[in-house]
């Protein structure tokens, strides 16, 4: 099978499409709505750095869409179109099909249609997935809008198993435009993606208590990554969203200072450019 | 330096941006203007696929970016935004900004504001990126609308040497909207594309003659890659434009099938997924 063999089985399992041009030009092309604003956000999954080949072929391509789509949920938008970018060893053009037909199985479910992408041999399995989403003009939620006062709101448990499939928590971000004054996804940890909320917010936050995952630790649940839950902030007077759980709040302080249960926590989550060694 | 600190200073260096909201969220928002059709290509550039360390960082920037305009060329775009993702060794933060440097310097130069994008680390050097440009409603040029009498044109010279910087055709792709029947990137080579061309059109093409660049042979100029020039049709009442030469002309025949000066000319070009072992 070439190049365009593959990209023409790929664009045909793609379906029906909102795109004006989808797979198969240089570009393809989309004709925005008027009123609305365009929501963007590009995620890598690498091999060795984000997963192992103990990963199913067809979970790495639902992984890879689902963590854009996260990006996508926390700012409230409604999937519209996506581009992968994948490149892997030769011979591997099983895996490719395996992959797309993870990704193009979410891609279907949430409205995020295949618009194109890139195919290109590498030695480790890399990819990039890249997702418009799109919102009512101005309704975008931001990160830097919590205020002194404002509740804070987790969806989910945390310290989840990076191995289970994420859910993108789409309609919960739909839910929340015009309501919460901040939201993030917790794709770092939340000690760190709390963190950047707060500084971007120019705020700090009190951290009571937290919804800890069955079988997993206060540590994992404050410190790991990849849970893909959205962590928002909602003026005193909402109570908490179906499925969320109130866990501190936002207070007057050093810009991006958190305490947990009196004492500071430091952003220990993870920073792909930390040094660690 | 940690992730937060390098965002920040490619963010600063990326200056004025016509986003609603650039890099530092978890999407970047961009507003569409009215009576316009968004383009979007994706491109990826791998060590030890596309690229060697021989490649100064900044060149590869400038490089990772160039390839993507180009396909914003050959649908007669205007950019307006890009993404980009990259990967690379630990300790490479000097190699990163210096990336940023040619990206955003060939960035500034074209209009496409740099609005995120995503860093990690792998064992290679990756990086994929996205660029979004803009046509007035309608007015793309596609690569399936080349017609049995139409003259097929082609930018610059071919044959030239991987090295050399890549010039985006922005300005030719734009004046060529509303003239062009059809248009695509010279990115795998003239006999894979122009084969591309035809096949898409449902027509087949002779070739009479090619503009070779200085020191390269007619090999090269039928089969390399990495050109980057246009490759176009144009009803034959049109002259060449400036820059451009005359190359053969649209037949009927069967779709995807070239002719050079009476013989079949294979379609060689690099196909990522050919096997060639």
Redesign the interface.
Same mark, same amino acid.
């Given at each position: /099978?070439?190049? =365009?063999e =593959?990209i023409e089985r790929i664009r045909k399992r793609a379906g029906r499409s909102p795109l004006?041009?989808g797979i198969?030009?240089? !570009?393809?092309?989309?004709?925005?709505r008027?009123g $609305?604003?365009? =929501?963007?956000?590009?995620?890598?999954m +690498?091999e060795?750095?984000?997963f192992t080949r103990s990963l199913p072929a067809a979970a790495a391509g639902e992984r890879a869409l689902a963590r854009s789509l996260s990006?996508?949920a926390? /700012?409230g938008?409604e999937p519209r179109?996506c581009?992968a970018?994948l #490149?892997v060893p030769?011979r591997h $053009?099983r895996w490719i099909e395996e992959f797309f037909t993870g990704l193009l199985r979410l891609a279907k479910r949430t409205g995020a249609a295949l #618009?194109?992408?890139? =195919?290109?041999?590498? $030695?480790?399995i890399?990819c990039?997935v890249?997702v !418009?989403?799109a919102v009512p003009?101005g309704q975008?939620l931001?990160?830097?809008g919590a205020r002194p006062g404002d509740a804070i709101f987790v969806s989910g448990r945390l310290g989840k198993s990076w191995t289970r499939p994420i859910r993108p928590r789409l309609a919960l971000g739909i839910a929340l435009r015009g309501r919460a004054t901040s939201? +993030?996804?917790l794709s770092d940890g939340l000690s760190l993606d709390l963190h950047?909320l707060c500084a #971007?917010s120019g705020a700090a936050a009190e951290l009571a208590r937290l919804p800890v995952a069955n079988g997993s630790t206060l540590d994992r649940a404050l410190h790991g990554g990849e849970d893909y839950e959205l962590l928002f902030t909602l003026p005193p007077q909402y109570a908490a969203p179906r499925g969320t759980s109130r866990i501190g709040k936002i207070v007057r302080g050093a810009p991006g200072a958190v305490n947990f249960r009196g004492r500071p926590l430091a952003p220990r989550g993870y920073?792909?450019?930390?040094r660690r060694?």
């Open positions: /099978m070439n190049e =365009l =593959l004006a041009l198969g030009d240089d !570009c393809a092309i989309f004709r925005p008027g $609305e604003d365009l =929501l963007f956000t590009t995620d890598q +690498i060795g750095t984000h990006d996508i926390a /700012m938008g179109f581009t970018a #490149a030769k $053009e #618009a194109g992408g890139d =195919l290109a041999h590498s $030695e480790k890399y990039d890249m !418009c989403g003009r975008a931001r990160r830097d939201c +993030i996804d950047r #971007a920073d792909h450019f930390a060694d």
